[in-house]
């Protein structure tokens, strides 16, 4: 899932280089709301103690 986000993450930042301000923008929306649901799983997976695979 970190590894979708950080795609994302780079389309946005090319897409932004570009001027392609409407894509960048979902892009980087994309890229939060992963990077957001990887941390909340990585949070529980701590908690729970069980290793992620």
Same mark, same amino acid.
């Given at each position: 899932?970190?590894?979708?986000?950080?795609?994302?993450?780079?389309?946005?930042?090319?897409?932004?280089?570009?001027?392609?301000?409407?894509?960048?923008?979902?892009?980087?929306?994309?890229?939060? =709301? *992963? #990077? %957001? @649901?990887? !941390? =909340? *799983? #990585? %949070? @529980?997976? !701590?908690?729970?103690?069980?290793?992620?695979?």
């Amino acid at each position: 899932m970190l590894q979708y986000a950080l795609i994302f993450l780079v389309v946005a930042i090319i897409a932004g280089v570009l001027g392609f301000s409407g894509v960048a923008g979902t892009a980087t929306w994309i890229a939060q =709301v *992963l #990077f %957001l @649901i990887f !941390l =909340v *799983l #990585f %949070l @529980i997976s !701590l908690i729970s103690g069980r290793r992620a695979v």
